[in-house]
């Protein structure tokens, strides 16, 4: 096993955010600013490293849907497995965050 | 807001995202500006009706546009932290080839750029005739010094010998020369025999047939050096006088450069008629063998008896200055040899190719590595050609004994240490991927060495191979070893295998 791996990674309350927007199904860049408030050069390269840690996965969506809908195609993004669990974890780190942003069963109840 | 100002706007968030992207690798700079570009128009979408002011809309959407440099700007430094941690001092192959070609570059340039050392690696030096020797009193303190007066050239010139046939005369002074400027300078002034240039088998540049030498009036001969920085190189100065020592001269041509191979540097040569110069004047005698003469000769020296009218005899040594003496081609390789010969003594010449297992890396890496090794010796090789001739020959004003001690010793020992650590550097490069293995730890205890493995351990940063260095060699275990990693290992090292 890679040394480090039954070690959940700490996240900062930024990037907790940004996780738990995404988990949300705030799933693109911009809504995920929408959501949580934070500026443009704080949120992708947020986003950027929860992919390079795989955290979160992307792909783009398919051109015909954005041709559709008349708007370029949007990246989208999503949590991983690791990303789930390093949510979890995080929550019990920031305990408001599920407050903040609430995700869509938290909604749904 | 008005059309153009939008239109503005939009220019201004363009260059941004532009600029932006100049910021990321060439590779991911399609994909940023994609997202970059969407994400925009979302902005766009949202800023438009609910901000009230359209330059707040505008606002947030150059404030979208800035944090796309934030967003590059997180990547680059994350790149160079990666650089910096995975390209230390253990070079890549290429870089390592591209450091000796720059050092060739610069010992090349060096040498085209000395004269002395372009004269010295010229392979066409004028050639010396034949049969030639330098006549010298026997005394060893007269190597360039001038013995024999010009009476006894007379007397020599003026009789029949059986074994020369040709002699001819000449001394080296400092002479004040009036060449045009109004200010006159030294120049060192060779006082010859009319017949000099013709027994030496030189030819006289630039000569005109109606300058005759050989004449009743002094003639001037100039070195090439001389006409080159004195006249420019200007092939009208034939005919025209020149005041060397008061006394006009009329310069009849020029003499080829570097055929001059004779004791003294003279910049000129002033071609006297017998009765112009002094009885008594010493300086040096050359003489041409006969064919007779010739056989006589041994290593190059003949002994030269001359019985005097007053019936005493006086020995002289008459030295050929054709000899074979060796060039600065043969001191190179001579010297590449006597380093290839001394090699073994200061380091083992195994290659380290021996693996812990059967396996072998495939043959297009094998015949990589060993063309990285040639490639390594066919730049050193050259490299320790040109910066022993700058070393050697680029101070010296003349190719002397001394310029080819230094050539040898500069080379041999450029080729001893340059080829030792081509083959050093050659054994701590990964089979597979050429770069240099690193991270060196020590493995067992030295007090153990024949009870257990003792000695060094090294990784390929790109997880292709640990390199075995055994503490001291045993019977068993005598020389390093790679051990070829397999996919178990990949877990270590960050991003694909490079292979």
Same mark, same amino acid.
């Given at each position: ?18 996780? +738990? ?41 398919? +051109? ?5 809908? +008349? ?39 | =807001? ?21 910021? !990321?690798?060439? &590779? %991911? ?10 994400? =925009?128009?979302?902005?766009? %979408? ?50 390592? $080839? ?78 004040? !020369? ?40 002094? *003639? ?68 041409? $063998? ?6 006589? =000769?041994?290593?190059? &020296? ?11 005899? %006086?020995?002289? $040594? ?11 081609? *043969? ?42 090794? $040639? ?51 050659? &054994? ?19 007090? &153990? ?7 060094? *351990?090294? =990784? ?40």
């Amino acid at each position: 096993m890679a040394p480090g791996a039954n070690s959940e990674p700490k996240l900062s309350h930024t990037a907790a955010m940004i996780l +738990q927007a995404i988990h949300a199904g705030y799933v693109y860049g911009f809504s995920v600013m929408e959501m949580t408030g934070l500026p443009s050069g704080t949120v992708y390269p947020a986003m950027r490293r929860l992919e390079r840690d795989e955290l979160i996965r992307s792909h783009w969506e398919k +051109q015909s849907i954005a041709d559709a809908e +008349q708007r370029p195609a949007r990246k989208y993004y999503k949590l991983t497995a690791a990303g789930k669990s390093t949510l979890e974890a995080s929550r019990k780190r920031y305990p408001l965050l599920e407050r903040l942003i609430p995700s869509e069963e938290a909604k749904s109840v | =807001m008005t059309g153009l100002i939008a239109l503005g706007f939009r220019a201004i968030d363009h260059g941004l995202l532009q600029g932006a992207s100049l910021l !990321v690798p060439a &590779r %991911q700079r399609r994909e940023w500006c994609r997202e970059w570009y969407a994400e =925009m128009w979302h902005v766009r %979408q949202a800023c438009a009706p609910g901000c009230g002011s359209p330059w707040r809309a505008e606002r947030n959407v150059t404030a979208f546009c800035l944090g796309a440099f934030q967003d590059a700007w997180c990547l680059c430094r994350e790149t160079q932290r990666n650089e910096v941690q995975s390209a230390p001092l253990h070079s890549s192959a290429g870089q390592c $080839l591209f450091c000796l070609a720059a050092v060739l570059a610069v010992s090349y340039a060096f040498a085209l750029l000395l004269p002395e050392v372009r004269a010295a690696r010229d392979p066409l030096r004028y050639p010396v005739k034949s049969g030639l020797i330098l006549l010298k009193d026997e005394s060893p303190d007269s190597e360039a010094k001038p013995t024999i007066p010009f009476k006894q050239f007379r007397i020599w010139s003026a009789g029949k010998h059986r074994y020369f046939d040709g002699f001819a005369f000449y001394r080296i002074s400092r002479q004040s !020369v009036l060449a045009g400027a109004e200010e006159p300078s030294r120049w060192n002034v060779a006082e010859s025999s009319s017949n000099l240039f013709a027994l030496l088998g030189i030819p006289i540049r630039l000569a005109r047939a109606e300058e005759s030498l050989g004449g009743n009036s002094a *003639e001037a001969i100039l070195s090439y050096k001389v006409w080159k920085n004195e006249f420019g190189g200007d092939p009208g100065i034939i005919g025209s006088l020149i005041s060397v020592g008061g006394v006009q001269t009329r310069i009849v041509g020029v003499a080829p450069e570097r055929a001059w191979k004779l004791p003294g540097k003279p910049d000129a040569w002033l071609l006297k008629p017998d009765y112009a110069i002094p009885a008594d004047a010493k300086g040096h005698v050359v003489a041409h $063998l006969t064919h007779e003469g010739r056989s006589k =000769m041994w290593a190059d &020296r003949v002994d030269v008896t001359v019985y005097n009218p007053d019936h005493t005899e %006086q020995d002289f $040594l008459g030295v050929a200055f054709d000899e074979q003496t060796p060039g600065p081609r *043969e001191i190179y390789w001579f010297s590449v040899l006597l380093a290839l010969l001394a090699l073994p003594a200061i380091t083992s010449v195994s290659f380290g190719e021996f693996s812990v297992s059967s396996h072998k890396p495939p043959w297009p890496r094998r015949i990589l590595r060993w063309a990285y090794l $040639l490639a390594k010796l066919a730049v050193l090789l050259p490299i320790a050609n040109f910066v022993s001739l700058d070393l050697a020959y680029g101070h010296a004003s003349q190719h002397s004994s001394a310029s080819e001690y230094a050539q040898l010793s500069v080379c041999f020992l450029i080729c001893l240490f340059g080829i030792r650590w081509a083959l050093l550097d050659q &054994r701590q490069r990964c089979p597979v991927c050429l770069k240099r293995v690193v991270h060196p730890a020590q493995v067992g205890l030295a007090s &153990r060495t024949f009870l257990a493995w003792n000695g060094t *351990e090294l =990784m390929c940063t790109g997880g292709h191979t640990l390199l075995h260095v055994p503490g001291l060699p045993t019977s068993w275990f005598a020389t390093q070893r790679w051990l070829y990693l397999d996919a178990s290992w990949d877990f270590l090292f960050v991003g694909p295998k490079a292979s």
